[in-house]
């Protein structure tokens, strides 16, 4: 296993255009967790996955957000009329637990730059 | 809400040893995890306590006292290696659901 991989790595894109990333979180894990990460702050979690369901989504989740896991496995995170602060790292990360679950696998994260 | 405190900054020697402290405020606590990450890496766990005292992964300790609110992480026989931010975060439920917390960090920096 190779871990949890994102894609792409680097976004740069114009305000006012839609970018989508995906997350490929490691295979045999039921949690998927998207967060945003900022210059010198901690991971601020945005919204995460059980399987296929979207169990909870953060306050921060503005309406342009949006994310979806179809059939449970990757996952995918699109902001429409992106904002020049939603420029940050995003990152993934997946785990496997059926109750309280402790470790959180991160991928690399992709960054995403709104000119 | 949740509230995590922790120093911004620490400085140490290598080969010495080092404290970060992170006192917490939540409801529906459940643990508190360490996460380490490097400048321009993916935050890599470190520990997880959910009961009170010290867990021991070689060179690192963590330690947690619920009724304090408050647990630390201790890095000992100091690397150059180690310079990172160093995150807690706090597991927690809240409308059934579990959720987590991450503090703000503490970049360490370990100089010869």
């Known amino acids: 296993d190779t871990g949890v991989s994102q894609n792409p790595r680097h976004k740069i894109t114009k305000r006012g255009q839609n970018v989508t990333f995906r997350c490929d979180p490691i295979s045999e894990h039921n949690r998927l967790y998207w967060y945003r990460q900022t210059l010198g702050q901690g991971p601020e979690f945005l919204t995460y996955?059980?399987?296929?369901?979207?169990?909870?989504k953060s306050r921060l989740l503005s309406d342009r957000f949006s994310a979806e896991r179809p059939k449970g496995s990757f996952s995918t995170l699109e902001i429409q009329r992106t904002e020049q602060g939603d420029s940050a790292m995003y990152l993934c990360?997946?785990?496997f637990g059926q109750g309280v679950d402790n470790e959180q696998y991160f991928g690399p994260g992709t960054r995403l730059t709104v000119t | 809400g949740q509230s995590l405190e922790q120093p911004s900054e620490v400085t140490a020697v290598e080969g010495a040893i080092v404290q970060i402290n992170c006192t917490y405020q939540t409801s529906g606590f459940y643990g508190l995890s360490w996460y380490q990450q490097h400048d321009g890496g993916a935050p890599t766990f470190l520990s997880y306590n959910a009961l009170d005292g010290l867990e021991e992964t070689g060179r690192f300790s963590s330690f947690l006292s619920r009724s304090d609110s408050y647990g630390y992480l201790l890095l000992q026989e100091l690397q150059m290696k180690d310079s990172a931010s160093y995150f807690c975060a706090v597991r927690f439920t809240s409308g059934g659901y579990q959720k987590v917390t991450f503090g703000t960090g503490t970049k360490l920096q370990v100089i010869p």
């Open positions: 996955f059980q399987n296929e369901a979207q169990l909870e």
């Open positions: 990360a997946s785990s």
